[in-house]
């Protein structure tokens, strides 16, 4: 069983950049964010793979939020910029233990582990 931990999150107003992180208590293959806002379902944000950093992004993001990964640390971080109010949600890092690949890497049920979750708000 693999444990994850996040940190960060919070408040900041629009067009305000925050940083999430995500520690894994052991090793594991494809590491994602996924967000869920009040009504609505849990969608993906990004991922990135172990072995070669691959990184795959939601196309709604348009290039603000940027995935990494620090093996060495099992940890995997979200930088976020260009803050929206439409960003506002629950932000929860993921874990797979096995291989993914494109669309794979961002359907919620195909990830092993979850972390309890944090909170963003932006604020208009």
Same mark, same amino acid.
Do not use: H
């Given at each position: ?11 900041? *107003?629009?067009? %305000? ?5 995500? /520690? &894994?208590?052991? $090793? !594991?293959?494809a590491?994602?964010?996924?967000? *869920?806002?009040? %009504? ?5 944000? /990004? &991922?990135?793979? $172990? !072995?070669?950093?691959?990184?795959y992004y ?29 960003d ?37």
């Open positions: 069983q693999v444990r994850l931990v996040e940190s960060g999150g919070g408040l900041v *107003q629009t067009g %305000g950049s925050l940083g999430l992180s995500c /520690a &894994a208590s052991g $090793r !594991t293959y590491m994602a964010w996924f967000r *869920q806002a009040p %009504g609505n379902e849990r969608e993906f944000v /990004a &991922a990135v793979t $172990r !072995t070669d950093g691959t990184t939601a196309d709604f993001l348009k290039g603000r939020f940027t995935i990494s990964r620090e093996n060495a640390k099992n940890t995997v971080y979200l930088q976020m910029n260009a803050l929206k109010p439409e506002t949600a629950v932000y929860y890092c993921a874990a797979r233990a096995n291989y993914c690949s494109g669309s794979g890497c961002s359907v919620p049920n195909l990830f092993n582990y979850w972390g309890q979750g944090t909170q963003v708000t932006v604020s208009s």
